[in-house]
């Protein structure tokens, strides 16, 4: 699995109106240029991530986007699956039809589980602590990483 630019993009959105969360709505050629991206690009990320209820439009003078929910609401996942669609190492994991051996193959657990595991470290990442902690978060779960590596194999 790779995280398109659609992905990080979608993200580096979010992160920026979660900062801006409870103050004026944020006007996408302001989010564009703060976040360094075009802003037809920005449009259609900003158009999946309010399809999926995670950003509202505001019309009007003082109008702009706004997060639909407060950060504490809001998963990696949410926004990922928003941006990118099922998170699947492979696509038998998101759907056994596309594979008539999905069954009876041994390597389609493997798959499963590492995906899982993924959705597990995003399920359990909200905005709000990726905009409080800032890259501790992210220094947090490297710092498991290493530690699960660390351990013997077969103990």
Known sequence: ?????????GLRAMLELARQFGKA???MNT???????????LHALLTALKSAGLVQSVR???GGFVLARPPTE???SDILHAAEGPLSLV????D?????RSKRCPARRVWRDLSGAIEDVLDNV???AMVASGVKKCSRIKGQKKEHRATPRGR
């Open 1 to 9: 699995m790779r995280i398109s630019t659609r992905g990080r993009y």
């Open 25 to 27: 709505p944020v006007l």
């Open 31 to 41: 989010l564009a240029q703060r976040q360094n991206l075009s802003r037809k690009y």
């Open 60 to 62: 009007g003078p003082g």
């Open 74 to 76: 809001i998963k990696l």
């Open 91 to 94: 696509d038998c994991v998101a």
């Open 96 to 100: 056994s039809r596309v594979c008539n």
């Open 126 to 128: 909200t905005l709000e």
